[in-house]
């Protein structure tokens, strides 16, 4: 043993030595996948563009001046991206001073008369007391992907006054966002594949704000390698595809009701089959045709085979002009009555032509109201007309919190059997039925109301 001892240790150091630069090899390696997209001293590689804001470098941070009555001003490479992630931090003083990030980005320079238009997703800096920092916006296009009410907690990451840290994964359609650590965003959407990184100073109308300052610095890019990070917690994915599940949904517990192909979720109400006529699928939507307008006097109602008790669901719907619809939910089919099954109604209508609009009391038969009991508290730039998609959603906590959202906005709160809920039961069109929308448990009811209605993206989470 004496005599091999010198070879052990040499054998020994060897594997040291080889382990040491193995190391070194992948901590370089990972430092090198990292590229910087501001060198610290000037704006090479970037253009301002769409509007007059100044952007200036000063001590090595880009500091981005606010001008009154001149449009969106976007500060944007040169380069385009694909896949990345970028980190950079972000600091605002103000509170009129709004700004964002462009991740892919797009520009028309032929656009507002040849003023030029920057478009496409950005990540938002909020500074006012909506606090919606790290959400996912469509500038210029289709307006908020991701507002924060589908994340609440995540309001508090944004500090004002200091420097945040932003870390922005776009890879393949799926968005995710970070701030200082903290999870917040999480889209799923194929608009654009490709584009710039983009620095943005808000329009400002009030001459006074003029001259306030967002801040950029360590602004870095990783193309290569990319390793998807983690999210630890359960966030709500805003998916536009169709009838699909990320495997993040499927982990957390997201199921489809409608796989855009068969109906083997549903049942009509009161019926042991699927209606026979009149709901029908084509390219992966579900709908209802119209008719007269009757309340579940043709095809009738369909409602889920099984029932649930705390759930989070989801669904997009589309209306024609002068639609009247509903979500349905705790529907126990026990009460045999004529006409839509009973149950707790997330209602769907057009507001502008459809005369239930302005019935019941105070707005409460408006869209996405809890129908006949709370008018929805919605304004009219979260709200798509006819012909277009919304997205409607509905989550009922364990301690019998339920919430009503419209295109990700929270727009209905209440508490199942609290004195207030049935307070406003006596004096609603429901008084007559005992215990109204406190059963346990119950069936989701997609309401036949004799208009034409589109359906897709039907997806359920059950609740501890």
Same mark, same amino acid.
């Given at each position: 043993?004496?005599?091999?001892?010198?070879?052990? +240790?040499?054998?020994?150091?060897?594997?040291?030595?080889?382990?040491?630069?193995?190391?070194q090899?992948?901590?370089?390696?990972?430092?090198?996948?990292?590229?910087t997209?501001?060198?610290?001293?000037? +704006?090479?590689?970037?253009?301002? @563009?769409?509007?007059e804001?100044?952007? $200036?470098?000063?001590?090595?941070?880009?500091?981005?001046?606010?001008?009154?009555?001149?449009?969106?001003?976007?500060?944007?490479?040169?380069? #385009?991206?694909?896949?990345? @992630?970028?980190e950079l931090?972000?600091?605002?003083?103000?509170?009129?001073?709004?700004?964002?990030? &462009?991740?892919?980005?797009?520009?028309?320079?032929?656009?507002?008369?040849?003023?030029?238009?920057?478009?496409?997703?950005? /990540?938002?800096?909020?500074?006012t007391?909506?606090? *919606?920092?790290?959400? @996912? !916006?469509?500038? %210029?296009?289709?307006?908020?992907?991701y507002?924060?009410?589908?994340?609440?907690a %995540?309001?508090?990451?944004? $500090? &004002?006054?200091? *420097?945040?840290?932003?870390?922005? =994964?776009?890879?393949?359609?799926?968005?995710?966002?970070?701030?200082?650590?903290q999870? @917040?965003?999480?889209?799923?959407?194929? &608009?654009?594949?490709?584009?710039?990184?983009?620095?943005?100073?808000?329009?400002?109308?009030?001459a006074?704000?003029a001259?306030?300052?967002?801040?950029?610095?360590?602004?870095?890019? #990783?193309?290569?390698? +990319?390793?998807?990070k983690?999210?630890?917690?359960?966030?709500?994915?805003?998916?536009?595809?169709?009838?699909?599940?990320?495997?993040?949904?499927?982990?957390?517990?997201?199921?489809?009701?409608?796989?855009?192909?068969?109906? =083997?979720?549903?049942?009509?109400?009161?019926?042991?089959?699927?209606?026979?006529?009149?709901?029908?699928?084509?390219?992966?939507?579900?709908?209802?045709?119209?008719?007269?307008?009757?309340e579940?006097s043709?095809?009738?109602? /369909?409602?889920?085979?099984?029932? !649930?008790? %705390?759930f989070?669901?989801?669904?997009?719907?589309?209306?024609?002009?002068?639609?009247?619809?509903g979500?349905?939910?705790?529907?126990?089919?026990?009460?045999?009555?004529?006409?839509?099954?009973?149950?707790?109604?997330?209602?769907i209508?057009?507001?502008?032509?459809?005369p239930?609009?302005? &019935?019941?009391?105070?707005?409460?038969?408006?869209?996405?109201? +809890?129908?006949?009991?709370?008018?929805?508290?919605?304004?009219?730039?979260?709200?798509?007309?006819?012909?277009? *998609?919304?997205?409607?959603?509905?989550?009922?906590?364990?301690?019998?919190?339920?919430?009503? !959202?419209?295109?990700?906005?929270?727009?209905?709160?209440?508490?199942?059997?609290?004195? =207030?809920?049935?307070?406003?039961?006596? /004096?609603?069109?429901?008084?007559?039925?005992?215990?109204?929308?406190?059963?346990?448990?119950?069936?989701?009811l997609? #309401?036949?109301?004799g208009?034409?209605?589109?359906?897709?993206?039907?997806?359920v989470?059950?609740?501890?």
């Amino acid at each position: 043993m004496p005599r091999n001892r010198p070879l052990f +240790l040499v054998a020994q150091l060897f594997l040291l030595a080889f382990a040491y630069l193995s190391f070194q090899t992948e901590s370089i390696a990972q430092n090198t996948q990292w590229r910087t997209l501001f060198n610290g001293k000037d +704006l090479s590689g970037w253009k301002a @563009v769409a509007g007059e804001a100044e952007f $200036k470098v000063e001590n090595g941070i880009i500091v981005g001046y606010a001008k009154a009555n001149t449009p969106n001003t976007f500060l944007i490479t040169e380069q #385009q991206f694909g896949d990345f @992630v970028l980190e950079l931090d972000l600091k605002i003083e103000n509170l009129s001073s709004n700004s964002g990030i &462009m991740a892919r980005g797009q520009y028309d320079p032929k656009a507002r008369e040849g003023q030029g238009l920057v478009f496409g997703y950005q /990540i938002e800096a909020d500074p006012t007391s909506r606090a *919606w920092s790290g959400g @996912v !916006y469509d500038e %210029a296009r289709r307006g908020w992907l991701y507002p924060l009410d589908l994340n609440p907690a %995540a309001k508090s990451a944004f $500090k &004002m006054g200091e *420097w945040n840290s932003y870390r922005i =994964e776009v890879i393949g359609k799926e968005i995710k966002t970070w701030i200082n650590g903290q999870e @917040v965003a999480y889209v799923v959407d194929d &608009m654009d594949a490709r584009g710039f990184v983009g620095l943005q100073v808000h329009s400002i109308s009030d001459a006074k704000d003029a001259g306030n300052k967002t801040y950029f610095r360590n602004i870095r890019i #990783q193309t290569e390698n +990319l390793k998807p990070k983690a999210f630890k917690k359960d966030l709500f994915v805003v998916n536009t595809g169709l009838n699909e599940l990320t495997a993040y949904e499927k982990a957390n517990g997201w199921k489809l009701l409608f796989d855009g192909k068969s109906t =083997e979720a549903w049942v009509g109400a009161y019926k042991e089959t699927f209606p026979q006529k009149g709901w029908t699928i084509k390219d992966g939507i579900l709908k209802v045709e119209g008719t007269d307008g009757g309340e579940s006097s043709n095809f009738g109602d /369909i409602v889920t085979k099984e029932k !649930y008790a %705390a759930f989070d669901f989801a669904f997009d719907f589309k209306i024609t002009e002068g639609a009247n619809s509903g979500v349905k939910y705790f529907v126990t089919l026990k009460e045999n009555n004529s006409g839509s099954a009973i149950g707790l109604e997330y209602q769907i209508l057009d507001d502008e032509r459809h005369p239930d609009a302005k &019935m019941g009391r105070e707005g409460n038969r408006t869209l996405a109201s +809890l129908y006949d009991l709370i008018k929805a508290n919605k304004q009219a730039r979260f709200v798509k007309g006819p012909g277009e *998609w919304n997205k409607g959603r509905i989550v009922v906590y364990p301690d019998n919190r339920v919430e009503h !959202y419209l295109n990700g906005v929270k727009v209905v709160e209440y508490v199942r059997g609290s004195q =207030e809920f049935r307070d406003l039961v006596a /004096i609603s069109k429901y008084k007559v039925w005992e215990n109204f929308g406190e059963a346990p448990e119950g069936h989701l009811l997609l #309401q036949d109301h004799g208009n034409e209605v589109h359906f897709k993206n039907l997806k359920v989470k059950k609740l501890k």
